[in-house]
């Protein structure tokens, strides 16, 4: 577990880079249109592609933080330990195999990326596309760990 400490570790990190960066750009963005009365070109574009990685960043650690609204408000409601038992493995099931097709299917969408560019930068959309399939392989390393601890009972939902 050790590994997968330091994967959450560096996710959580990652998460808070892009979004620092992702704010500084969109500053930099108002500050060009606004100010110098000469929008950037470039920022725009830039911070598109950051809100993306933040938002498949976010929902993969949303695994395991079990940051699940419509779930907690639905487990909450139920008394029986079993049945919640039962909801959050499902749950945890389901985000798995959804961790499973993001990630071979978010594969092949970025090798795709070669052959696009983006539009205001001269590269290739490969590194923006990269973030599926990492987010899926977290998504299902979180899911594995959420079912072994709502299986033996140290946890039913939310963090352990």
Not at 69 to 94: D, Q, V
């Amino acid at each position: 577990m050790k590994i997968k400490s330091l994967v959450d570790k560096i996710m959580e990190y990652l998460i808070i880079i892009v979004l620092v960066a992702m704010s500084l750009i969109v500053l930099w963005q108002v500050f060009t249109r606004f100010v110098l009365d000469d929008p950037s070109t470039w920022s725009e574009e830039l911070a598109k592609y950051l809100m993306i990685w933040l938002a498949f960043l976010a929902g993969a650690m949303g695994i395991k933080t079990g940051s699940h609204l419509g779930l907690t408000l639905i487990s909450e409601s139920i008394e029986n330990p079993n049945i919640k038992k039962i909801i959050w493995s499902t749950s945890y099931i389901l985000c798995f195999i959804t961790g499973l097709i993001i990630t071979v299917y978010g594969y092949k969408f970025m090798l795709a990326g070669k052959l696009k560019t983006a539009s205001s930068m001269s590269f290739t959309m490969t590194p923006v596309y990269a973030i599926i399939p990492i987010s899926g392989v977290i998504m299902i390393l979180n899911s594995i760990e959420k079912i072994y601890y709502t299986i033996s009972k140290k946890v039913i939902g939310g963090k352990r």
